[in-house]
């Protein structure tokens, strides 16, 4: 069978990545252009700022994403841009460069849901893994427990009822005083700490999440007592949404059956929830972490996701538009 060469494009935050995938799992090159330097003076990514240097990078970007591949636009079969979720403007970016791209060079467009990059970011990383899995998405905009039966194939087991973790992660680290983005120090710090602050868990019936109380927990905490060890916040922040993590995941595998467990999204990089995760895998569940240089935002995943969409005849007309809030 020939090769097929996916264009991932990806500009929903803050990251301008452009990558050119073969077959879906093995990456030519995958170049991400963050704009972290700009956006840390503010706390957080400015949405109009944001578009505006993706703009300026996105013909850059895939430029050498070309180069680095040994290939030429010709060379590409499909044309995979994300479309959502995200911010709108910075979206518009990626996919208005990727639908000018499919027009001019008569190529197939296929936009990708964000959420489903995550997820194939593990397609790249494991060679052999397949569907069905569970996959615990943990993302800056995003938690949810997918039950993915096939390659477009999902269903929704759980989700946050109000926050993500990511922005948990994120809102901590502001209020500790580590600044933005937040997940990485918190990370770092953590492993200084010891676990002994008691932090509230919030549960539900069914398998979904909310962290709005433990990141109001946390908050007070510190400001109640500026003086609270920083480090051991952080560790006992993480080890409690790893409780709740694993609790629910534990519950997805005991309701479907599946025992084999997929980690995505930005917050599968935090070193303490991989190994408390690895830890399962005593109890005979089989565990996928994504390499970490894929767990942020990355068009490699883009085009993975963008490459199982085409192979299933999901393609999209040039009336493809950006969805702020889209969902699996
Ligand atoms: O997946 P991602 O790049 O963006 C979305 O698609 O939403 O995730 C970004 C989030 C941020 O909240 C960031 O703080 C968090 O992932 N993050 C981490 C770590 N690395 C990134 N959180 C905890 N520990 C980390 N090592």
Redesign the pocket.
Known sequence: MKDILTLGIES??DETSVAVVKNGRIILSNIIDTQIPIHEKYGGVVPEIASRNHIEAISRVTKKALEEAKVTFEDIDVITPTYGPGLVGALLVGLSYGKALSYALNKPLVGVN?IEG?IAANYITYNELKPPFICLLV????TQLVYVKDYTEFEILGKTRDDAI??A??KVARVVGLGY????K??KLAKEGQANIELPKTHFENLDFSFSGIKTAVINLHHKNPDVNKADLCLSFEKTVTEILVENTIKAIKQTGIKTLVLG???S???YIRNEFLKLEKEGIKVYTPDIKL???NAAMIASAGYYNYINGKTNNLELNAIPNLKI
């Open positions: 929903s935050c964000h995550h993302s800056g905009g995003n990511g922005e992660f994120d983005p937040g997940g990485p918190v990370d999204g930005g917050v990089a935090n070193s767990c942020t935002d």
